[in-house]
């Protein structure tokens, strides 16, 4: 069975979906990290870039936007190119990062639970998953009623509505077009004209794919809005207990491996994920495996559990960009072929696109994934002020020797004292390494050394004073 277990009665928004019990998606909107993608803003282009053919849109007093020209329709400007100064209406398809504006388009849309609408996408699709002859009927009802320069993009879900449903649906999403429109003809620009609900619009993404059979959540105004809104027949519970609804269910355990950086394997073997900036590395290690399987046949089971797990960490904590992955002595062509069918086959229902390059040749394999929000840990986490986000700091001895060249600038000088500030074990290191370090080293630099130990979160020292 399928479920949707939706977490709102908080600040922080979570949802996720499991199948079988056994955690597959995972979604949290934090309020200050709320993602704008679908927004829609009456834009100013401030300024033309030639050479990437593209420009950038201011949306707000510090919003700025990049926009592709390949991403702007002919339908709304004869050349396909904007001007510096123009006036246009765009929608966010991809969320500022700390490096990058927002990416947008001016190709905007409108989704609903079966349908998406596209005011100027001028062609009709239909869901693969959608078996024929629906599927064709689908395609030639949508290519009916398209007006003129419209695209309409139909879901899943459509399959399962009378042609009426859709018509309204579709109705409803010109509609909503219409107002933004008009809004956008007296509005101040640069202004927001339409703000989507990010959280809602991701559940409506889940629900279009995933045949789910039962809804959780636990605030009442949230279960009366996915009645009226989703346009789905389903049925949505209301969870009115204390405890919180992920503790009942009991997720938080699953969802723990998705803040570490390793991930155990039944068999003792594990996974080790380490994000980057530019990219994701992903080790496969023996670990603390000690049975007597064969090796052989210990490699070949191990690497195909993690490929599996590797896939649904991928998944659950967003990881997008590219992605290298290091199976354990991956140098038989059969077994390679077998880790990408399966990862094939794992990634198939995934939300985003997925590409699987195959194996370097030092035997590493390559693969990436469409990166339109910010990961799990981009989201949840921040770079540690004491090791700078490197995951490592100075070992005590290092910055016991860094002390004692800092020191050592003091030869010769007018000071007779120096007044030192150090970690317990930096103290312990510096004089612990010989029973006379210190004494010969007053004596050498014609100083004495005051210390005074404290507690610290890594190895430090802090000259306090100096006297003469």
């Known amino acids: ?49 030639p050479h990437l053919h593209a420009a950038f849109v201011r949306l ?18 004869n050349t396909g190119k904007v001007h510096a100064g123009e006036k246009i209406i765009v929608q966010i398809k991809k969320d500022e990062t700390e490096r990058k504006s927002y990416r947008i388009t001016a190709n905007i849309e409108f989704s609903g639970s079966s349908l998406v609408y596209m005011p100027y996408g001028n062609y009709t699709a239909v869901s693969k998953k959608i078996a024929e002859p629906e599927r ?20 899943t879900k459509a399959a399962e509505m009378s042609k009426e449903k ?41 629900l279009a794919k995933e045949q789910v059979e039962e809804i959780f959540c636990d605030q009442f105004n949230f279960v009366e809005k996915l009645k009226q809104e989703a346009g789905f027949r389903l049925p949505v519970i209301y969870y009115n207990e204390k405890e919180n609804i992920f503790s009942h269910f009991r997720l938080h355990k699953d969802l723990e491996t998705v803040f570490k950086k390793v991930v155990w394997l039944p068999n003792g073997a594990n996974i080790v ?20 399987i064969e090796r052989e046949d210990f490699i070949e089971t191990t690497n195909e559990a993690a490929a599996k797990e590797i896939a649904r960490q991928i998944k659950l904590r967003n ?58 840990q981009q989201k949840m986490t921040q770079s540690c002020s004491v090791c700078g986000g490197t995951g490592v700091v100075g070992s005590p001895a290092s910055v016991a020797f860094q002390l004692e060249r800092e020191l050592w600038g003091y030869k010769g000088g ?24 210190v004494k010969n080293l007053e004596e050498t630099l014609n100083l004495s050394l005051h210390f005074k130990s404290v507690t610290a979160a890594k190895p430090c020292y ?6 003469y």
């Open 1 to 49: 069975m399928n479920r949707l277990i939706i977490n709102t009665r908080e600040s922080e928004r979570r949802f996720v979906l499991l199948k079988n019990g056994k955690v597959c998606y995972l979604y949290i909107e934090q309020p200050e990290q709320k993602s704008h993608i679908g927004n829609i803003y009456l834009g100013i282009v401030e300024r033309i870039v």
């Open 166 to 206: 859709l018509v309204e649906q579709l109705n409803a999403l010109r509609e909503k077009f219409v107002l933004v429109k008009r809004k956008g003809e007296t509005a101040k620009a640069p202004a927001l004209l339409m703000e989507k609900d990010s959280f809602m619009e991701e559940i409506t993404r889940v």
């Open 273 to 292: 994920i380490e994000e980057r900036e530019a990219f994701t590395v992903i080790d496969v290690n023996r670990a603390k495996f000690s049975g007597r």
């Open 414 to 437: 007018d000071y007779k004292d120096v007044y030192i500030e150090v970690s317990e074990d930096v103290y312990q290191y510096f004089t612990g390494k010989n029973k006379h370090h």
């Open 60 to 77: 707000g007093k510090e919003q700025k936007g990049y926009l592709s020209f390949h991403d702007v329709p002919r339908s709304i400007t």
């Open 319 to 376: 990881i997008g960009g590219n992605i290298f992955v290091d199976f354990i002595n991956m140098r038989n062509s059969k077994a390679r072929k077998r880790i990408i069918q399966i990862l094939q086959n794992e990634f198939a229902d995934d939300y985003e696109r997925v590409i699987i390059y195959g194996f370097t040749s030092l035997g590493v394999l390559e693969m990436s994934r469409k990166r339109e929000k910010p990961s799990l």
């Open 462 to 467: 802090r000259i306090l004073r100096l006297s």
């Open 136 to 155: 064709t009927e689908l395609k030639n009802w949508a290519e009916a009623v398209k007006k003129e320069t419209e695209g309409i993009l139909v879901r």
